[in-house]
Each structure stands twice: as C-alpha cells, then as structure tokens.
C-alpha cells in the first residue's frame, strides 16, 4: 500500500511548507480481513524529514512489513522532494521516489503546480512518470482545487491514470481539514477509484485488471510546542474485484511525533 504521495491519493496534501526543519516519526499497523485469509497484517515504519532553514526540501523513508500467507514481503520506499514558491500566486513542487518492489514503484517523478486565483480558491494541476512492479510503465495526470477559509481548507482531486498492463483507471478524493496550524489540526479524507490511483496493489497478483479501492481515514495532529508534537490517525479501505466481490478489507491506526531542527 502506497499513500499518493506517500501514503493513498486520497491524500490531497496542500503545497504549502513550514519554515525550517522538522523530522517526523511514524509507524501504522493494519489488520486485513478477505475470503481466503491470505492478507496481513501489514506495518509501517516512516521517517520524513525537512530540511532548515527553509523547510522546502524534504526526504522520506517508508518501510513495509506485509506478513501475506502465501507472500510474506518486506520492501522500501525513498524520496526527495521540494517546494518553490515562483510568485505570490504560484508554487511548485516536484518528487523523485524509488522503491524496492511491489506495491511502491521501481521509480516515480512527479509535479505540480498550484495557482492562488484570489478568494481562498487555489486550481492545481500536475502529474507523475513511473515504472512499477509487475505492472509496467505509469503515467499520472491530477488536477483539482483547493478552498482556504481561514486556516482550514477543503481539496478535491481528480487522478487518471494510464498503466501499460492495468489500462486505464479514475481515482477521486476529497480532503477537509480544520483547525490551527501550531495548535490542533484534525483532517478527514476519503477516496475511490481503480487501483493505480490509490496505490494499493494486490500483491498475490498485481496485474489483475479492474479491482477498484475505497478508502476513508481520520488524523489528527497536535503542537505541544511551536515546533513539536504528534498526531495520530485511523484508516479504513477495501479492495474489491472488477465484478464487485471483495479481495480485502483493512482497518488499521498510526501514530508518530515530530520535533523542529534549528
């Protein structure tokens, strides 16, 4: 499992960094429930980091332990990327990620660009190139738009994507996040789609054709200083074939902590 990017597409993420440099700590656990009891559970462990005095590059680690009955697997993904602010109404971002097998792509670059058009309505567009696992060369086109009011904002996103053995495949999601920046943020999202878009591959299989996600969670993130805290988060998501029986469930929870870098 992959959350676009890291982590699900469904999370929609705003361009936006924080000034100087924080590490973040992380690690989520998932209990999976199917028909033939092949899956799970699956544990992650994340470093990010952002680097001072900025805070506009950041490097990311991802570890996956999936104790699967019939393919036990433990990969690896790592990142760079960076945020650009070009002008009071434009920002950039960019990514470059490798990953040590399936579910996370053999490689994968990615863009985008968000345009503040005035009235808390900020468009974006952007897309990725990868190759992948068993699945063949990716391509990624997301655009969308998200809505400040104060320091809350609410984010749709649209994902097709074009995979050499999958096809073609739709992903939408929705991201509503309210709070205080600095003091407590408490974020909702929610996603559907085939199965490129949301990055949750059937490891037994992941060429199968046609298997659609559906993915909700819940965070929470909590300053206990100017520059320190943590946050905690739940997760569900199923995975279902292309006629609608169910490969998977899961339900799982993450917590983690982070601290500022002088």
């Given amino acids: 499992m992959r959350t676009l990017v890291l982590t699900l597409l469904f999370c929609a993420t705003p361009v936006a960094a924080l000034a100087g440099g924080t590490v973040d700590i992380s690690g989520a656990a998932y209990g999976l429930s199917s028909p033939t ?38 990969e690896s993904q790592f990142g760079i990327d960076t945020y650009q602010t070009l002008s009071k109404a434009v920002t950039l971002y960019a990514g470059a990620f490798t990953g040590t097998g399936a579910p996370y792509f053999r490689d994968r670059f990615t863009a985008e660009a968000d345009i503040n058009v005035g009235h808390g309505f ?63 943020v408490q974020t909702f999202r929610i996603g559907v789609g085939g199965e490129n ?42 995975l279902s074939k292309a006629g609608g029986a169910q490969i998977y469930s899961r339900i799982g929870a993450r917590i983690g902590f982070f601290f500022g870098l002088p």
């Fill in 37 to 74: 009891g092949a899956y799970g559970p699956w544990v992650y462990e994340n470093i990010d980091v952002t680097l001072p005095p900025s805070g506009t590059t950041g490097l990311h680690f991802e570890n996956r332990h999936a104790s699967d009955k019939f393919h036990p697997t433990t």
């Fill in 197 to 238: 878009d949301v990055s949750l591959i059937n490891p037994d299989n992941p060429s199968l054709i046609g298997e659609r996600e559906f993915a909700a969670g819940f965070d929470l993130k909590h300053w206990t200083s100017k520059t320190d805290g943590f946050h905690a988060g739940i997760e569900y998501g199923a």
């Fill in 122 to 184: 900020v468009p974006f567009v952007g897309g990725s190139l990868g190759s992948g696992y068993g699945v063949g060369s990716i391509r990624q086109l997301t655009t969308g738009t998200y809505y400040y009011f104060g320091d809350n904002y609410f984010a749709l996103r649209y994902t097709p994507t074009w995979s050499q053995v999958l096809g073609q495949t739709q992903g939408y999601s929705a991201t509503l996040a309210l709070g205080h920046p600095g003091n407590t």
